[in-house]
């Protein structure tokens, strides 16, 4: 893969193959995280909008068919640009958001999982992206003084009422998930993850024994051994250290959704291109093993 050959006629999020939703909605395994498109601390506007609504719209096409956001980033900034970008929707396009979890302010998160306060979430996000119901909405994080299971039990009526497709999780564990189970189907699992940060190793080999979609956000990991393995295995691909990084969540498990985000298109088709990049089986298990070589 060459990054100096700049034509992007055959570039596509497809060549990531797909991963279903709950045995409903299948999308291309190459998402768009849509929490970098608000402002600074992921709070309020872009600085520009309309470059905003272009990277949204390059995502379209070039075949990236599921977005994620949530009521808190900017807040509710991103829901409205998506709504703005996008409307009509593609009828393929899966529209993922989340609540509870608050934004009073730039980097600052509080929660409220409340029965009361996600279906208020529900309601506004409805509004925000112009639907009658929302493909797939996941609590965005346990809340540590709301019951989990009531905030499941709401999320799950909610559902029944016709508001919400499929329901999902987010910053959870696999007890949560099973809980979470028991009253509702689970179809996706969103935690923090890469090749660098393995913490939920056990819970993406749970997701793939069960059909759950595991969908992994920070992608590239943190640390210094981490950035010069990166770099040194993107400089022998000619490819970018970011394109690694997504090409071994690809290979890592048939269930993995990554959904790195950006304000740029040039980015953004740099991110699409790693659906290309095939790692060595050398290459995989070295970085596989960054996580021992890091401690």
């Known amino acids: 893969m060459n990054e100096k050959n700049g034509n992007t006629r055959d570039l596509s999020a497809a060549a990531s193959g797909t991963v279903s939703l709950g045995g409903e909605l299948t ?11 608000t ?71 509080t929660h409220d999982a409340s029965p009361a306060h996600l279906r208020k979430a529900v309601e506004g996000s409805l509004k925000r992206l112009r639907l009658n119901r929302i493909d797939v909405y996941q609590l965005h994080v346990p809340d540590p003084v709301v019951p989990f299971d009531a905030s499941i039990e709401t999320l799950a009526n909610i559902q029944s009422e016709g508001k919400i497709r499929l329901v999902a999780l987010s910053n959870v564990t696999v007890e949560h998930i099973e809980r979470a189970r028991k009253i ?81 298109i040039a980015h953004l088709e740099e991110n699409v ?7 060595s089986e050398e290459d995989y298990l070295e970085l596989t093993g960054i996580a021992q070589l890091a401690s």
């Open 39 to 109: 402002g600074d601390g992921i709070w309020g506007p872009p600085k520009d909008r309309g470059a905003a609504i272009a990277v949204l719209r390059r995502a379209i096409e070039l075949g990236v068919n599921f977005i994620d956001t949530a009521d808190s980033y900017g807040p509710f900034v991103s829901e409205e640009l998506i709504a703005e970008a996008l409307t009509p929707y593609p009828k393929d396009l899966v529209v993922a958001t989340k609540g509870g979890w608050n934004r009073p302010g730039p980097n600052q998160w």
């Open 184 to 264: 509702v189907p689970i179809v996706s699992v969103q935690n923090r993850y890469s090749f660098a940060d393995r913490e939920w190793d056990h819970v993406v080999d749970y997701c793939e024994r069960n059909g759950i979609a595991f969908i992994p956000w920070f992608p590239l990991g943190a640390g210094t051994v981490a950035g010069r393995l990166l770099e040194r295995i993107a400089n022998a691909r000619q490819a970018k250290p970011i394109q690694v990084a997504l090409a071994w969540l690809l290979k890592r498990s048939p269930v993995m959704l990554p959904i790195p985000g950006t304000s740029s």
């Open 27 to 37: 999308v291309n395994r190459l998402g768009f995280g849509a929490m970098g498109i």
């Open 273 to 279: 291109r790693a659906t290309s990049l095939q790692l």
